[in-house]
């Protein structure tokens, strides 16, 4: 027959006062190791480690302080430096600055790719209108260009107008940068500013059809596209002069089936 030690039970950590601890016993067993009989409300467990060992907590304390990292907290780190890493990339390194020529192709290519996309997803005609010469404003003449389509049959039952109605407010070229006059009337169409923000007369245009093609009148060899070059307006005459030997000029090319835009050589 095993015998059993009975062993006294210490000061109990548990909240309540100690006579709910009461009625617990620590059992001596074989091999060392120990049972626990709970006969009160009291789970004892902490209270008979406590007794049994009281430098137990101590050093389960000490092991979770010298753990390391798990995979998944260094991961995690990792992952958290590498989208640091990109932001600092792009916002430091990977773009240029926008009076840039790089930056005023940017600029273009995007806003002309805003305009065939709005197209599709409204399915109706949109317009890329630039500010010609005979803008009212004169900061915005061959500088600035604004979104705009041609309203609904609703619409128009409802407006009794032909107005058209602005997508976007009037976005300007990066400084030094214009719209080159000459390409204008060549290679866009020109259309009627009516509803436009600041009344123009009549706009330069590249209209875009539900399908993403460029709707032009334009003949078959006149390819669709906007030049702009890196002037200054003289101070006498208000004519625009060519920088840099035009080093800094380029040109947008605007396919008419699918109106992708790319950049010519």
């Known amino acids: 027959m095993k015998t059993v030690k009975e062993l006294p039970i210490v000061d109990c950590q548990h909240p309540r006062d100690s006579a709910s601890c009461q ?3 620590l059992l001596g067993g074989q091999g060392g ?15 008979g480690a406590a007794a049994l060992n009281p430098s137990r907590k101590s050093k389960i304390e000490n092991r979770k302080s010298q753990a ?3 995979l998944m907290e260094m991961l995690t780190v990792m992952a958290i430096i590498s989208i640091l ?4 990339v792009n916002t430091g390194f990977g773009t240029r600055p926008a009076g840039s020529r790089q930056g005023a192709i940017s600029q273009l290519m995007g806003s002309l790719e805003e305009a065939r ?11 890329f209108c630039i500010a010609d010469t005979g803008h009212p404003d004169a900061e915005k003449q061959l500088r600035s260009y604004i979104l705009c389509r041609e309203q609904t049959a609703e ?4 407006s009794k107008t032909e107005d058209k109605i602005p997508l976007s407010r009037w976005e300007t070229l990066p400084k030094r940068f214009f719209f080159d006059s000459d390409k204008l009337a060549d290679k866009t169409a020109e259309v009627s500013g009516e509803g436009l923000p600041g009344n123009p007369e009549t706009v330069r245009a590249i209209e875009f059809g539900s399908l993403g093609q460029v709707v032009t009148s334009l003949s078959a060899e006149n390819i669709p596209q906007l030049a702009v070059t890196d002037a200054v307006y003289d101070q006498v005459g208000k004519t625009l002069i060519r920088r840099s030997g035009g080093a800094d000029d380029f040109i947008v090319q605007i396919f008419r089936l699918t109106g992708r835009v790319r950049l010519a050589e």
């Open 117 to 127: 996309m709005s197209a599709i997803e409204k399915g109706a005609n949109v317009y």
């Open 68 to 70: 390391g990292f798990s």
């Open 85 to 88: 890493a990109g932001f600092l």
């Open 23 to 25: 009625g617990q016993r």
């Open 155 to 158: 619409e128009k039952a409802v």
């Open 33 to 47: 190791q120990l049972s626990i009989e709970r006969t009160a409300a009291c789970g004892g467990i902490i209270c």
